[in-house]
């Protein structure tokens, strides 16, 4: 790895929101980088060996904890994970005594997904170690945020362009609960795109507008017009504690995806999604399985190495760096 790719000096990963271009763009250089020890023969290397990540989730994760955890192992960290469910929390050991337990096995990274927002920054009052927000409440997922700049960077060439600046980014459906749309926001506006929030009123958080300095539509037609990339967002009835939609049947025809509303955006336009989707509900299958416009699975593939890159950064010398100098994100 080329030393100067560690430009990151924080000693933690909370959130997008405050990240320079410069940070950014060391996690995706690595990224980069790291994708190709995917591809190999023998998927390893030894970056991180002696090393300890744990993975400590309070949130069924399918995807993201295994990500984590294959990104650990491939750079030869000792990686250990811990559900909820299946840990002292679920005997009602507080999140703090479990921070005491895990202090005492000094671990180099902690990452944490937790169902209140902030839980990640609570932990960076009470651990030594590296912290990594793996999704908190309904607050911010940077990863997430990462591996989908990382998927569109990779197709920048075929929408003619060099950088973000001036791509037209809608990111639709359920704003309100989504983590990965603020994360997104804050990031490709550092980055210099144009955001918009596409959704119905009852989905948007209140002040959008001014609070990520973007444009909110509360028509599908008009807000996927001319965008060069669309980001559908799972529709998380799961955190609905109110009748936010008159049925899912309808808020597919007023709000899904189909193939008919994706021909107004830029006919490169691509089509994301961060997982599960739910067919028939956010986005129609032949929108989500065609080839030519629908980049799931790379957003899927993309997730590893930035992973990878993330917990390179955080465990390496730009920690360290920070430490010395004081700072912390």
């Known amino acids: 790895m080329d030393p100067e790719q560690n430009a990151w000096t924080r000693r933690h990963l909370l959130g997008m929101d405050g990240l320079a271009r410069h940070e950014i763009g060391a996690i995706l250089d690595s990224a980069q980088a790291f994708r190709d020890v995917n591809y190999r023969e023998v ?3 030894p970056t991180l060996r002696g090393k300890t990540v744990i993975n400590l989730f309070y949130e069924n994760s399918t995807r993201t904890r295994t990500s984590f955890e294959l990104a650990g192992k491939r750079m030869s960290a000792d990686v250990i994970n811990i559900s ?3 840990s002292s929390a679920a005997k009602g050991e507080t999140l703090l005594d479990t921070m005491a337990t895990l ?3 000094r671990p180099d990274v902690v990452v944490l997904r937790h ?5 990640p920054h609570f932990l960076t009052r009470h651990l030594d170690a590296g912290i990594v927000n793996a999704g908190d409440g309904q607050h911010e997922h940077p990863t997430q945020s990462l591996l989908d700049l990382l998927t569109i ?3 920048l060439e ?3 362009k060099t950088n973000f600046e001036g791509m037209n980014v809608a990111i639709c459906g359920d704003v309100l609960h989504s983590r990965v749309a603020r994360s997104n926001a804050f990031a490709l506006r550092t980055l210099g795109a144009n955001v918009r929030f596409v959704g119905p009123p009852t989905l948007m958080p209140s002040q959008a507008e001014k609070v990520f300095d973007i444009k909110v539509h509360h028509n599908m037609e008009e807000g996927l017009e001319e965008v060069d990339v669309i980001i559908m967002l799972r529709l998380q009835l799961e955190r609905m504690t109110a009748a936010y939609l008159p049925s899912v049947r309808e ?3 007023y709000w899904g995806l189909t193939r008919e509303r994706l021909e107004l955006t830029q006919p490169h336009a691509l089509v994301m999604h961060p997982g599960p989707i739910n067919r028939g509900v956010e986005i129609a299958s032949d929108v989500a399985d065609n080839p030519n416009r629908s980049v ?3 957003q899927v593939a993309n997730g590893l190495a930035v992973r990878m890159a993330v917990l390179y950064h955080l465990c390496t010398g730009a920690a360290r760096n920070a430490a010395q100098l004081g700072e912390s994100a």
Do not use: N, T
Not at 115 to 119: I, K, R, V
């Open 43 to 45: 998927k390893k290397v």
């Open 296 to 298: 799931i699975l790379e």
């Open 251 to 253: 808020y597919f025809e």
């Open 158 to 160: 075929e929408m003619g």
């Open 103 to 105: 202090q005492a096995m």
């Open 153 to 155: 960077q990779d197709h």
């Open 115 to 119: 169902g209140d927002s902030g839980a």
């Open 84 to 86: 909820a469910s299946s």
